[in-house]
């Protein structure tokens, strides 16, 4: 059992940037492929970015690369993502989610069904 809380989201004009943190308490977060997902308002939950189980590989939806960055740090059980140049369309709530996936070796998106865990997420509005 993993319990998964993010932080860090808020208000931000557009062009700023944000931090998120996400922490996992119970077992074994480490052996746990990390990945960050958003919900905008009316729309279908989508896949943001992942990130294998040391950390030494990372995948990120298109939209995404070159402005967000996902990091870990199984020490400290917690998992970052980095948003740079935020537009109004990144305005959703940010869930992290962790995936006992032996396998994976971020060369593709996480899928939102075989995520094991989810965070209750931490919005993020930004203005224009």
């Known amino acids: 059992q993993v319990q998964l809380v993010e932080s860090g989201g808020g208000l931000v004009q557009a062009g700023g940037s944000l931090r998120l943190s996400c922490v996992g308490s119970g077992r074994m977060f480490s052996a746990y492929v990390m990945g960050w997902f958003r919900q905008a308002p009316g729309k279908e939950r989508e896949f943001v970015a992942a990130i294998s189980r040391s950390g030494s590989s990372t995948y990120y939806a298109d939209s995404m690369k070159g402005r967000f960055t996902i990091s870990r740090d199984n020490a400290k059980d917690t998992v970052y993502l980095q948003m740079n140049s935020l537009k109004p369309e990144d305005t959703a709530v940010y869930f992290c989610?962790?995936?006992?996936?032996?396998?994976?070796?971020?060369?593709?998106?996480?899928?939102?069904?075989?995520?094991?865990?989810w965070g209750k997420g931490t919005l993020v509005t930004v203005s224009s």
């Open positions: 989610a962790a995936d006992f996936d032996l396998t994976y070796t971020a060369t593709r998106p996480l899928k939102i069904e075989a995520m094991d865990y």
